[in-house]
Nanobody, 124 residues
Framework: QVQLVESGGGLVQAGGSLRLSCAASGLTASSYIMGWFRQAPGKERLFVAADSWSGDRTYYVDSVKGRFTISRDNAKNTVYLQMNSLKPEDTAVYYC?????????????????WGQGTQVTVSS
């Protein structure tokens, strides 16, 4: 049984930082593109970042470039999202996803597995 379990969300002031983790079990993370999406209240789920198993290909949505960094530890089957300089508009539930895709520019339909989500709230 595949499980993706996110952690690390919370409440932070604008300008602060958080690091999200996604621990994968039941699959080998190195065989998948691993990504992060987010969903704000009343909005659709949107792509944030993804990287290839080797880390040599990464892609970020423009709004987080230079502030967020995706990384992974394949030995631990864990993917991370380091979020710096957080803004109130980053407030959302953040979801980890695993995809078999030739591209790191993931869309929702690429993703085979999802985590349950972790809430990130940025206060102004």
């Amino acid at each position: 049984q595949v499980q993706l379990v996110e952690s690390g969300g919370g409440l932070v002031q604008a300008g602060g930082s958080l690091r999200l983790s996604c621990a994968a079990s039941g699959l080998t993370a190195s065989s998948y593109i691993m990504g992060w999406f987010r969903q704000a209240p009343g909005k659709e789920r949107l792509f944030v970042a993804a990287d290839s198993w080797s880390g040599d290909r990464t892609y970020y949505v423009d709004s987080v470039k230079g502030r967020f960094t995706i990384s992974r530890d394949n030995a631990k089957n864990t993917v991370y999202l380091q979020m710096n300089s957080l803004k109130p508009e980053d407030t959302a539930v953040y979801y980890c996803a695993a995809a078999r895709s030739p591209s790191v520019r993931l869309v929702l339909s690429d993703c085979e597995y999802w985590g349950q989500g972790t809430q990130v709230t940025v206060s102004s």
